[in-house]
């Protein structure tokens, strides 16, 4: 499985390289795209850059997530199970995608991704998360989606008093523009 996120600025490079360190530590590799101006809407990032690593790196399994997050501990679901297409969390209270999103490497994920970039053309209002909830939904897909449990979407802030006992897997840092209570990483 490798990482893959992005950076527009050099704030965003440090929590990027802090990523990129924590999937280290894991033994997992990270790749880390600078996002310039000129490469389109920000907004649209994840399924671009998911789409990208899928084709530089076949047949391996890519997982994108925000550069403000880092690994706690090794993504246990993601590495070892196998019985799954797609892996998202849905937000508990909103019902929404947030959070990593985990894409098998295999023909499946990529007409997927196709499909997900093709309606994110057509409904450029629309979120991009909102946009792969619609196409995960549709009838007849064929890809099969895991639902991460919220360990994999993890916001210190404001999960700690629901789940006190929780041990996170990818803990987020900068939500909302707002930074989260840091979580030192073991070296």
Not at 87 to 109: C, V
Request: proline share 5%.
């Amino acid at each position: 499985m490798r990482i893959s996120s992005y950076y527009s600025d050099a704030f965003n490079g440090q929590f990027a390289l802090r990523l990129k360190d924590s999937a280290r530590t894991f033994s997992l590799e990270c790749d880390l795209f600078k996002w310039e101006q000129g490469d389109g809407d920000a907004t649209r990032v994840r399924s671009k850059l998911l789409a990208r690593t899928l084709m530089e790196r076949q047949g391996e399994d890519v997982l994108f997530v925000d550069p403000e997050a880092q690994l706690q501990r090794r993504p246990d679901a993601l590495l070892d199970e196998h019985d799954f297409d797609v892996g998202i969390y849905y937000d508990s209270r909103t019902l929404e995608i947030s959070g990593p999103i985990f894409l098998r490497n295999n023909p499946m994920t990529r007409q997927m991704l196709r499909n997900w970039q093709a309606l994110n053309r057509t409904q450029p209002s629309a979120t991009e998360l909102e946009t792969l909830s619609q196409v995960l939904s549709r009838p007849g897909s064929v890809v099969r989606v895991r639902r991460l449990p919220v360990t994999y979407a993890w916001v210190e802030r404001l999960h700690r008093d629901v789940y006190p006992s929780a041990n996170p897997v990818i803990v987020h840092f900068k939500t909302d523009g707002l930074l989260s209570s840091r979580i030192r990483i073991p070296r």
